[in-house]
């Protein structure tokens, strides 16, 4: 019994790392107001531009660095839309969605099916592996997923205990406010959701270089939908981000597990879907659950009005 | 159509120049600028997949003439184009409603499989109803596909659940729950080794326009639904209720109209029309339940560009479905004559969205030559 937790928890953290990188962009973009529904296209973006560059240059690392960047220009479409021309956020960030998701196996198509030699291997963390119990988290786990855990804590201390965030934050609450202190919004927004879509590129890598080193049309499966609404009842904070994407990450583990010699492996395949609606319900039955959401989400700033 | 409520029109004073134009703002845009800006929409995606063409190798002219040929080229390929764009139309239709009522209907996908699921099992397991056996099966469809969208309408009315993410959630199970059926319960006796339910038995056949693959059934329903719903939001006060909370929610609150019972009643429409195309593809196209993302290929997701460019026009969505009809056919040429994957014309739905919601705010725009510069 010990084992099958232990081995779920370990997989949990694999399986929540393109969770917890998705979800931590998502994250930053809706703390400044912007809603980006692109993740799915972000990200499978990046997978194939991790996949292709990995192949062709051999180095994973070369490969993960041109991911986030393919995001980062894919959050910028989104950006320039729903930041510069102010048009709906919901819309454009669809839009990207279905773009990466064409672009992608359009381009994708000569990589489908090709072996990758030089996959980002896991490694084990001395010292820190031989802790009992939370040992499990640091042996034989992907760089990538010791990269989000830290990455997670510097964002929630960048957000919550630094001036930046506070600007962040606001930037979200109450551009005007922001605007009158002399802060730029738009600069603040572009950064936010750019860097949403740089970690939203570095997930698809992960599932493409590291965890399942291959690059198939339409890969992310949802994964981007999904992390999307952990950054929602995580109630925007990083380190709830990373709790929810564990969480999801042992659902996703559970339903690959020996669970599948007793149901039926597709209904597997919907309980994180079923336990996302169950999550957004109970979160929202909470009180004051939506004392959270950032005032300004979702709405374009204009000078001069409220 | 605007989404934005939080940019209230605000009445500025009028007229500036720019360059040798003139550049008014006016609250009811003619619909021949509407359609102008569209087509500019239309032309620019045009462009740039041109460009993504080119960069993939592909002479762009000689891609666009094959396209061409092969979607519009004769009375065949014109039928796949028809066919095509009956569930958009369907779907399509439907979303304009849900659209002006502020629903973010992204579910119409899920909708879909569960129309097809609720004809199927009429089909498969009330074989009875003589003559009345398809019409029962859209009945049945409507029904499935109006309670897939009442989950999420009812989280977003009572607990303020975002319904994008919601109706996102719904097809991911949607599909799961078809994959489940055509591999276990539902599974074939007679199909060894394929995840298909039994063939529909002959009563259950959506009948076609000869040697084509139209069924005219339900292009006929969808163009009534085109009728009733161009009818209810001109003439009704269920319509005039969706304008107001469309346009307005906080008003209309205010003069009490009853936001939950519209909302719903709207969303159930808009998925139960999903159903209904769900309905005509297994009856028509497929005759069995099989693999989801056979059955759908995407109808839910290109529809919201069939009602985006449509404006809220429900009549528009007539041509608007027909015109994503031959992106759609276009697909299959691609991969067919130009080894390209049929998925590419996602790309082609993506810019042509983005180019419409760029266009949005020059709608109230009056841009004219100025006079005596």
């Known amino acids: ?306 | 159509m605007s989404l934005d409520t939080a940019t209230a029109p605000i009445k500025r004073s009028n007229a500036r120049q720019w360059g040798p134009f003139n550049i008014e703002t006016r609250e009811t845009p003619p619909q021949s600028w509407l359609f102008t800006l569209s087509m500019l929409s239309v032309l620019a995606t045009l462009i740039l997949t041109g460009v993504i063409f080119a960069l993939y190798g592909q002479n762009p002219i000689t891609a666009y003439v094959t396209l061409a040929q092969g979607t519009l080229g004769d009375l065949s390929s014109l039928g796949v184009v028809l066919q095509r764009a009956i569930p958009l139309m369907l779907i399509g239709v439907g979303l304009v409603v849900a659209f002006r009522a502020q629903f973010f209907n992204i579910g119409a996908e899920g909708q879909l499989l569960a129309g097809a699921v609720g004809a199927s099992a009429v089909a498969l397991f009330f074989p009875n109803f003589g003559f009345l056996e398809i019409p029962v099966m859209f009945i049945v469809a409507f029904i499935c596909g109006a309670v897939w969208g009442f989950i999420p309408a009812i989280l977003k009315l009572k607990l303020e659940i975002n319904e994008v993410i919601s109706t996102l959630m719904m097809n991911y199970i949607a599909i799961s729950i078809v994959e489940w059926l055509v591999n276990g319960p539902w599974k074939g006796k007679n199909q060894v080794g394929y995840s298909y339910t039994d063939t529909f038995p002959d009563a259950a056949w959506i009948p076609k326009i000869s040697s084509s693959t139209v069924h005219y059934p339900t292009l006929i329903v969808a163009l009534a639904l085109v009728a009733l719903v161009a009818f209810v939001i001109a003439r009704t006060r269920l319509g005039f209720r969706m304008r107001i909370l469309g346009e307005n929610p906080v008003a209309a609150k205010y003069v009490g109209i009853n936001t939950l019972s519209t909302t719903l009643a709207v969303v159930m429409l808009s998925a139960g029309a999903a159903g209904i195309a769900g309905a005509g593809e297994v009856g028509a196209i497929h005759h069995k339940l099989l693999d989801p993302a056979q059955i759908s290929l995407g109808y839910g997701y290109t529809a919201i560009i069939v009602a985006w460019l449509a404006r809220g026009n429900p009549i528009s969505v007539i041509f608007t479905a027909i015109f994503l009809g031959v992106v759609f056919a276009a697909g299959d040429v691609m991969k067919v004559s130009l080894q390209m994957p049929a998925q590419t014309t996602n790309v082609i739905n993506g810019l042509l969205l983005f180019f419409l919601i760029s266009t949005e705010p020059l709608v109230k725009l009056k841009i004219s030559l100025a006079r005596g510069t």
Not at chain 1, 166 to 187: F, K, M, W, Y
Not at chain 1, 251 to 264: G, R
């Open chain 1, 1 to 306: 019994m010990d084992n099958i937790i232990l081995s779920t928890a370990a997989r949990a953290l694999a399986f929540g790392t393109p969770l917890m990188l998705g979800s931590l962009g998502a994250v930053y973009a809706e703390r400044a107001g912007v809603v980006n529904l692109g993740m799915e296209g972000m990200m499978i973006l990046g997978a194939l531009a991790g996949f292709a560059i990995t192949k062709n240059t051999g180095s994973p690392l070369e490969g993960i660095l041109i991911a986030a960047l393919v995001g980062g220009l894919a959050a910028s479409i989104h950006a320039f839309i729903s930041i510069t021309l102010k048009a709906n956020q919901y819309v454009s960030g669809l839009a990207l969605s279905m773009f990466g998701l064409g672009l992608s196996s359009l381009l994708g198509k000569p990589f489908e099916g090709l072996p990758l030699f030089t996959q980002l291997e896991n490694v084990s963390i001395p010292g820190l592996s031989s802790i009992p119990g939370l040992g499990v988290f640091f042996t034989d786990q992907s760089p990538l997923s010791y990269f989000a855990l830290v990455l997670g804590v510097v964002l929630w201390l960048v957000l919550f205990r630094s001036k930046l965030g506070v600007v962040i934050r606001s930037t979200g609450e109450n551009p005007s406010a922001v605007d009158a202190l002399g802060g730029n919004v738009t600069l603040v927004r572009y950064a936010c959701v750019i860097f949403g879509g740089m970690l939203a590129g570095m997930a698809g890598a992960f599932l493409s270089v590291a965890y399942r080193p291959a690059w198939t049309e339409g890969l992310t499966g949802g994964i981007g939908w999904i992390a999307l609404s952990i950054a929602i009842f995580a109630a925007w904070n990083p380190l709830g981000a990373i709790g929810g994407s564990l969480f999801f990450g042992a659902l996703y583990s559970l339903s690959f597990s020996k669970l599948q010699e007793s149901i039926s492996p597709s209904l597997l395949k919907m309980m994180p879907f079923i336990c996302v609606l169950l999550a957004l319900s109970l979160n929202a039955l909470r009180k004051n659950s939506r004392s959270n959401v950032p005032e300004a989400l979702g709405l374009p700033y204009q000078r001069g009005q409220r």
